[in-house]
């Protein structure tokens, strides 16, 4: 190398940067009593449905806004909007496959969370390129479904390391794919020892009370 030529880590200073941007956010909201869940998981997953789910439930007792990240489209805020009583917005990321903080802050004054108790994250459906990025969440959660398989925690390490929480959707097809629960616990527990698991069924509401009431507690402890 001559004193010509320099050699620049690009990925490291941009995570750098954007981990520093993630804190800032993250206290930010912490002082407005607002809770920020960053939900990710592959496509088809059944994460909009979950919200639903989830929304319905917590509506009484928290106020909860949602931002749906896509490539494109707008399906998901439309369908949270005529579901369900919260406040939602449709973020595009014009390609990228991700949310970073940025991305996230812009979503946050957009969505305008200082009244909200929890506001609520729907990632880009991808299980590699969200993970990498801190968005200032005050948790993460992914979701794995039946179909994909149980071997995914094996498959994606990083997406497990880095959650709070699993949840194992879409159960009550378990019977008519081969599904090993106890393996897809023992390969999450593998990635984080610490990861809670909830399996349900957001289509008959199975489990999901148990997810809920966990939620619920997480936000009241973060917004005390």
């Keep these: 190398m001559t004193d010509k030529m320099k050699i620049i880590e690009v990925k490291q200073s941009v995570f750098a940067d954007n981990d520093a941007d993630a804190e800032k956010l993250r206290k930010e909201l912490k002082s407005e009593k607002t809770f920020l869940l960053n939900l990710m998981s592959a496509p088809g997953s059944g994460k909009t449905t979950t919200l639903v789910q989830t929304i319905n439930r917590l509506e009484k007792d928290l106020k909860i806004g949602v ?125 984080n020892p610490n990861l809670k698991i909830f399996p349900i069924s957001a289509k008959t509401g199975e489990g999901v009370d148990e997810w809920c009431n966990w939620l619920k507690e997480k936000v009241t402890e973060w917004n005390k």
Excluded at 134 to 147: E, F, Q, R, Y
């Design 67 to 191: 931002m749906e990240a896509d490539i494109d489209s707008d399906v998901d805020a439309y369908t949270i909007a005529e579901k369900t009583n919260a406040k939602s917005i449709q973020l595009h990321t014009g390609g990228m496959c991700h949310l970073d903080a940025d991305m996230t802050r812009q979503g946050v004054k957009e969505l305008d969370t200082k009244d909200l108790d929890l506001a609520i994250l729907e990632n880009v459906g991808n299980l590699v390129c969200p993970a990498e990025f801190d968005t200032g969440a005050s948790m993460n959660v992914c979701i794995l479904s039946v179909p994909e398989g149980d071997d995914k925690p094996l498959k994606y390490p990083l997406m497990f390391t880095i959650c709070d929480a699993m949840i194992i959707n879409k159960i009550d097809v378990c019977d008519y794919f081969d599904f090993d629960m106890e393996k897809v616990r023992e390969y999450a527990y593998k990635r």
